[in-house]
């Protein structure tokens, strides 16, 4: 990616936990300049991921006041605690939080803690609480609502969907331009990122879509659908759902759907897991039996449902399972995988949609690290990465102080390769032409292959 010219001082962060959440923040965080420290318990991990990045690393439990101390809390801006334990992230941020009255973050997955979240974060005085297994089950809840989706992410407080989907050879895109597209159908929508052979491009008018390339584009989530039937796909969200895997992120997208009415089965080996799930979620269907039996998974339907999500803690099996969902006819499938190691294979082998729980956590940390840096004249609403980290959609809220208010869009010297998508006016999303200005109050969202935006005003030459 391309990274903004104008850099601001980094933060001061402590890290908490080196396992693969840590490491994909600390990746990130480091690549936009902060200063950051990590704690763990394993020498080994601390070792290799501070030799890797080249940041400072400390040895130790870190909910202890004198590993922070030496990990330099007293002088820290930020802390993010994201161990494997939710009661250690905890007690880490309450440390920190009395120790040095720095902001603070805490991974918890446990669904009775996430149940208390409002509380636990008010009563402790915690920044965030980011579930990686509930915001992975939310993303693939938004998958299944368009079920010839790649990918559905959600701007403007839920008035706009971001919505990634592949053209087929015979779709009537294929050899059509952008402009024509426009043209043809007056609809406020706005393509605004394309993959080609592996290549990213941010579309002109002038780019003709050819079938097998995978787009992104936005609109008013009410108009999602209306175009999507209107270019030839089909609209309707699934009736049922096969969860192969009892984990906790089946558990919570489990519960989605069924508030939902979507039909939802679950496959199991365990078996008292599946008793813990069977009075968790009383209106799905749980079946205790092995995930490598052809025979069971064929006479659970796996041949008839409309959508398989394999959920088991192994991206193998994972992959192993989507492979085979994918052979039958018309079958949605959605795959988890932990590791983003062999991001050119997995793309290679047409798993459908593909989840990055690591990154949707990461994701939303960044968000708020950025926000945290940022001037006072905006702040980042919503932050999404694509097309495997190399384009970022960002939505930011601008206020009076801002540069780029009240000029037309086509008198802003912009930064290549970026493209503003939409402005949302008191909740009306308008997808903008040069003539349009941008206002206080308004957030903005826009898309580019540059990497490290904070401030509206990145988007500027």
Request: contains cysteine; negative net charge; hydrophobic residues 40%.
């Amino acid at each position: 990616m391309l990274f903004s010219k104008e850099k601001t001082k980094g933060l001061n962060i402590i890290i908490v936990g080196c396992g693969k959440v840590g490491a994909a923040i600390v990746e990130q965080l480091t690549r936009e300049g902060h200063d950051i420290t990590v704690i763990d318990r394993d020498a080994t991990k601390v070792q290799e991921l501070s030799g890797q990045y080249d940041i400072m690393g400390v040895c130790g439990n870190g909910a202890s006041f004198s590993v922070q101390i030496e990990a330099g809390i007293k002088d820290a801006n930020l802390m993010i605690a994201v161990t494997d334990s939710d009661e250690l992230n905890l007690l880490c941020c309450t440390v920190a939080r009395r120790v040095s009255g720095c902001a603070t973050i805490a991974r918890v997955h446990n669904p009775d803690y996430s149940q208390d979240i409002g509380y636990l974060r008010e009563k402790l005085g915690l920044a965030m609480i980011i579930n990686p297994e509930l915001e992975c089950a939310r993303e693939m809840a938004r998958i299944l609502s368009l079920r010839t989706a790649l990918e559905v992410n959600s701007f403007a407080h839920g008035s706009a969907e971001l919505v990634k989907i592949r053209i087929p050879a015979d779709n009537m895109l294929h050899g059509m331009s952008v402009a024509e597209l426009g043209k043809r159908i007056k609809m406020d929508v706005l393509i605004c990122a394309l993959e080609r052979q592996k290549q990213i491009y941010i579309p002109s008018g002038d780019t003709v879509l050819q079938g097998g390339d995978v787009i992104s584009f936005v609109a008013p989530r009410k108009q999602v659908g209306i175009f999507l039937k209107k270019i030839g796909f089909k609209t309707n969200r699934v009736t049922n759902v096969l969860i192969l895997g009892g984990s906790d992120t089946a558990y919570y997208l489990a519960k989605i759907l069924s508030n939902t009415s979507i039909g939802v089965k679950i496959v199991e080996p365990d078996r008292r897991r599946c008793e813990e799930l069977c009075e968790e979620l009383p209106n799905a269907t749980i079946i205790c039996g092995d995930l490598n039996d052809e025979d069971l998974l064929k006479e659970e339907g796996i041949q008839e449902t409309e959508a398989v999500v394999p959920l088991t803690e192994s991206d193998e099996e994972n992959i192993l399972l989507t492979l085979y969902a994918r052979r039958m006819p018309n079958t949605k499938t959605i795959t988890k995988i932990n590791r983003s190691t062999f991001g050119e294979v997995i793309d290679g082998l047409d798993l459908g949609s593909v989840i990055y729980p690591n990154y949707l956590t990461s994701e939303a940390i960044i968000a708020y690290v950025r926000a945290k840096n940022a001037s006072v004249a905006s702040n980042i609403e919503t932050m999404s990465h694509m097309f495997d980290n190399r384009v970022e959609a960002i939505e930011f809220r601008v206020d009076k102080e801002s540069s780029v208010i009240d000029k037309p869009i086509m008198e802003l010297n912009l930064k290549k390769d970026l493209l503003i998508c939409f402005i949302n006016r008191k909740g009306k999303i308008i997808i903008p032409s040069g003539q349009d200005c941008i206002m206080a109050g308004d957030t903005v969202m826009i898309v580019t292959k540059h990497a490290g935006f904070n401030d509206i005003k990145n988007i500027l030459e």
